[in-house]
């Protein structure tokens, strides 16, 4: 079946240094490829999205790019800051006859220190 | 910008007792799901609803749970005889269409005592 893996986490970094959580997939077809934020207490919020391969999805300064070869959709974010302090979480989407439902990684809990 | 409402945000119940949770989705979205994450776990799809049926369900989703629209506002998740296992977060979710994107609540954290 469809799975996401992420990187182990946590995360620690301080403010203005780069960014990369590893994303890798498994999926029959060719998914959707999403990365989701959830800050304390509140909900799944979705970061950016990529709906075919070589694709490149961007908000608020984060990245990432599809890629097929590699089954990978690594997120990179060039300079954090502490606001970036969230839980990440990298999803799939197969389109298939009965649905549309995302399968997501572990989650990635970043922190930024000042 | 148009959000998912759930209520309540944090419910407290005894095992064996039913339990529903309340979802506004967005007014035009025709799509709805039910996700749960239970602690330190990955978020786990329990169950899409479109056109007034299941289109897709998880095995999560047995004869315990079940989802209801019953007023072409609120979405509705039913657990009939809570489990402790059923402690959880639970997220509703919308989308316009099977291919867009979704919305998220800011979920229901149930915990079964």
């Known amino acids: 079946g469809d799975s996401v893996t992420q990187m182990e986490g946590p995360v620690t970094l301080s403010e203005e240094a780069f960014l990369t959580i590893n994303c890798t997939y498994t999926?029959?077809?060719?998914?959707?490829l999403f990365w989701y934020v959830q800050y304390p207490g509140e909900g799944l919020q979705l970061l950016l999205k990529?709906?075919?391969?070589?694709d490149k999805g961007s908000n608020k300064g984060f990245e990432a790019t599809y890629r097929k070869e590699t089954t990978s959709f690594h997120l990179e974010k060039g300079s954090v800051q502490v606001s970036d302090s969230a839980v990440y979480f990298c999803a799939l989407r197969a389109i298939g006859t009965s649905g549309s439902r995302l399968t997501f990684g572990e989650g990635t809990q970043l922190t930024v220190n000042p | 910008e148009p959000e998912v409402t759930q209520t309540p945000s944090h419910q407290v119940t005894q095992m064996g007792q039913e339990v529903i949770l309340r979802c506004v989705p967005i007014s035009n979205h025709l799509y709805f799901y039910w996700y749960r994450q239970i602690l330190g776990q990955k978020v786990e799809f329990l169950v899409s609803?479109?056109?007034?049926?299941?289109?897709?369900k998880s095995e999560i989703f047995d004869d315990q749970f079940s989802v209801e629209r019953p007023d072409g506002s609120n979405f509705t998740l039913k657990i009939r005889s809570t489990k402790l296992e059923d402690s959880a977060m639970y997220f509703c979710a919308s989308s316009e269409g099977a291919g867009g994107g979704y919305t998220f609540g800011s979920g229901t954290r149930l915990t079964v005592v």
């Open positions: 609803f479109y056109n007034n049926e299941i289109s897709e």
């Open positions: 990529a709906t075919k391969a070589d």
């Open positions: 999926a029959t077809g060719y998914p959707s």
